[in-house]
């Protein structure tokens, strides 16, 4: 059950209704809104009775049944696409987004030149990993605070938001400082003290898909970051891993539809991680466009030959421009679709 109470609800209002939740054998987990706050019901119980007696508790504004496991999450709760606002932005809303820049942010020339060459192609934020989670202990890692303050020196020089990752609950503080987006690693989508720590981060969180997870888990690990105070979750799909060894993963190009009748949250694709092929991320660019997706991750390296990471998955700033342009009309109708429907573009 989710129970939306008034904007205008006093505190002991929405105190009463909690208490009367638990009357009823639940736990309650509140959330502040914008505007309003709404408590989620979570546990066993008589849900007839307890929904009959909260809509006619004074300061509730409507009282309804979830009946998915994620409950903030769900189409259940929230019919309408949810629009999230960064760095001048919307992702959700009326404009395809892309994400782009090198795996690795590896040095100042590196991520400046990256980042002036994606903004001219019309890429919207720059992504940079600064903590690295490599297969390998003996890999680059990651120059952690520095790349952080590389990528907010190339923020200011574009005016591009930042997407950077977070990979322990202990560093929330200081990426959080830096990022304008918490990008959560597949390898990370299941570490729950670091959704739960997301969830009180005050950014907006890009939750990838573990490579071995289902959608109803990326959805669950999205309801852990709201559920603890965040409802600003942009989800990605970037692969899994199949039987098929032709790509790095196999893209689950479907599971884009499928989030987008399961939950209100954007959607964004990620075509390097999903294929491990620059040769092949334009076509799956194109069909993310083509299936409504809100957005691209890619990554972009001004010389992927000396790439630190991901080399062979990136592409350089000329073929990404090439990209941008190839999409051009797609987006161009991706927008009319979504303007005449108002809902995510099939
Ligand atoms: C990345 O975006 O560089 C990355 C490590 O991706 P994933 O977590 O999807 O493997
Ligand atoms: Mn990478």
Redesign the pocket.
């Known amino acids: 059950m989710i129970i939306s109470m008034r904007p205008h609800a006093t505190k002991e209002q929405i105190d009463h209704v909690c208490e009367r939740i638990r009357e009823f054998g639940y736990k309650v987990h509140s959330i502040q809104g914008e505007e309003r706050v709404v408590i989620g019901v979570v546990g066993v119980g008589d849900v007839t009775a307890c929904l009959e007696s909260l809509e006619a508790t004074p300061g509730v504004e409507s009282a309804v049944r979830i009946s998915a496991p994620y409950k903030f999450v769900s189409r259940e709760f929230k019919n309408d696409h949810s629009v999230l606002r960064i760095n001048g932005n919307e992702i959700g809303g009326d404009e395809f987004v892309v994400m782009a820049g090198p795996?690795?942010v590896e040095s100042e020339r590196q991520i400046m030149e990256t980042a002036e060459g994606v903004a001219e192609a019309g890429a919207k934020m720059l992504?940079g990993?600064a903590f690295?989670?490599r297969t390998s202990p003996y890999d680059f890692q990651g120059l952690e605070v520095e790349g952080l303050k590389l990528l907010s020196k190339a923020k200011e020089a574009t005016g591009l938001g930042i997407v950077t990752?977070i990979m322990s609950d202990r560093d929330v503080d200081l990426v959080a400082e830096y990022a304008d987006v918490m990008?959560v690693?597949?390898?990370?989508m299941q570490n729950f003290a670091l959704l739960k720590s997301l969830g009180g981060c005050g950014r907006p969180v890009l939750l990838?898909r573990g490579?071995s997870s289902t959608i109803k888990e990326l959805l669950m690990s999205a309801e852990y970051v709201v559920a603890h105070g965040n409802p600003n979750v942009v989800l990605?799909e970037?692969?899994i891993r199949t039987f098929e060894t032709a790509t790095r993963n196999t893209c689950d190009i479907a599971a884009v539809p499928v989030l987008n009748e399961l939950t209100h949250l954007p959607v964004v694709l990620?075509p390097?991680?999903a294929t491990g092929k620059r040769s092949l991320v334009p076509a799956l660019a194109r069909a993310a466009v083509a299936i409504g997706a809100d957005g691209l991750?890619l990554?972009v390296h001004p010389c992927p030959e000396k790439a630190f990471?991901?080399g062979a998955q990136s592409l350089n700033l000329e073929e990404f421009r090439g990209m941008m342009k190839m999409l051009e009309p797609y987006i161009s109708l991706w927008k009319e679709t979504r303007a005449a429907a108002a809902v995510p573009a099939v």
């Open positions: 795996c690795s992504r990993g690295k989670p990752e990008q690693g597949a390898r990370n990838k490579m990605c970037r692969g990620d390097s991680h991750l990554e990471s991901d």
